[in-house]
């Protein structure tokens, strides 16, 4: 067999360290209004600070006081 696997390259801002304790990956974190505009962030992931009343797969909202993880679909920035 030749070649091997060859990854695609990784799109995701990640940084490996964690939120400091040198476990896992970690992602930027920002305030609802301070994402970039998602259609310059394709695939890409956030953790927001500030979410109001986050549902799975919508378009996250900010104002309140929930953390989570969105990603961008180039048009919105979603909850995952």
Not at 7 to 21: A, F, I, W
Not at 39 to 66: E, K, M, N, W
Request: proline share 11%.
């Amino acid at each position: 067999m030749s070649g091997g696997y060859n990854p695609p390259p990784n799109p995701l801002p990640l940084s490996m360290g964690g939120t400091g304790n040198g476990i896992g990956p970690s992602v930027p974190s920002s305030t609802v209004s301070g994402l970039p505009a998602a259609s310059t962030r394709a695939g890409q992931l956030f953790f927001v600070t500030d979410a109001l009343t986050p549902a799975l797969g919508v378009t996250v909202i900010g104002g309140g006081a929930v953390n989570v993880v969105v990603f961008s679909n180039g048009t919105n920035w979603i909850v995952a």
